[in-house]
């Protein structure tokens, strides 16, 4: 028996208090088709060990729209089983239809997870008390914490601040993605709400952050995750000089992963890095080859900086501060604290 299945029915109770520091939404690798197992696997595990804080399976980034309900579950169990019980994974869930959302939902009541992340109702454009009754009907039927996200891109309505702040009364409701592309709104989420607010928008990362956000879910970040653990604890720990300058370098690249939608140029990036194959589910269509060529050159670029790894605990070297970005001046954020493992 492997060790999820082991420790699967150790709690279903919520594995972090807070939902802070940088998040990934997961790519779902394909092999002629189907889901690759052994890829998938592969990259939680390595994500997991970058010093990143926690990983959503089955997003938008993860095609989750493309899987079938038996699909999305085999991959959380495998995404479960290659980090463990404790590392946190939130589960992507979506639909316009209340009760079948509630439906899914209810299918992941006996997984350990760290919660649920769950968009408004897509197409059908509900008025705000449609969007508070129908996550309200979903808390009721699940024990698991619900992370709200907010991208009216793709759903086409705004959760407004003060709609998650009525819903925030209710404990299920803990953080909040927020996608909606304006500082205003996150501002006003971290003024009035007592939610965790995550930057769903990485063009936005370092400013979010700067302005007292609580981390970030970042499709971006699984091609270098741990520049984004880096950027995150440089904020924290006052060094804006530093985080500006890193942030200046990871830019060039965050572009063009949202030049041609997503995911289609993070798996080209990944597939170039060896990870996974450059293979999508229709609609959604491998990134251009004339994109693909600036994203080689930029990611060689992003590639030469120094891997940083959250066990560089010791040697702060504080008095040197990041002027330029270069292979020589990208020095380690020394983490305080991780709150990643909550037994």
Partial sequence: MNQYAC??????????AHFQGIWVPMVTPFRDGQI??????????????????????????????MLSAAEQTMLLDSVLEAVGPRFPVVMGVGGSDTHGVIASVQRYNDHPLAGLLISAPAYVRPSQDGIVRHFQAIAAAT????????????????IAPQTAALLARDSHFVAIKEAGGTLQQLGELLLDTRLDVLCGDDALLLASLSMGGHGAMSAAAQVRPDLYAQLFHLVKQGRHGAAGALFKAMLPVIRLLFSEPNPGPVKAALAMQGKVRDELRLPMTPMSQAGQAALADALEQLMELPVWTADERLAARESCLLQLVSPANIMPAVRHDDHRHHG
Avoid: K
């Fill in 7 to 16: 420790e699967q029915a150790m709690s279903t109770s919520r594995i972090t």
């Fill in 36 to 65: 690759d197992v052994d890829a998938a696997q592969q990259l939680a595990g390595e994500l997991a060990a970058s010093g990143i804080d926690g990983l959503v399976a089955c997003g938008t980034t993860g095609e989750a729209a």
């Fill in 143 to 158: 024990d698991q914490s619900i992370v709200l996200y907010n991208v009216p891109a793709r759903t086409g309505v705004n």
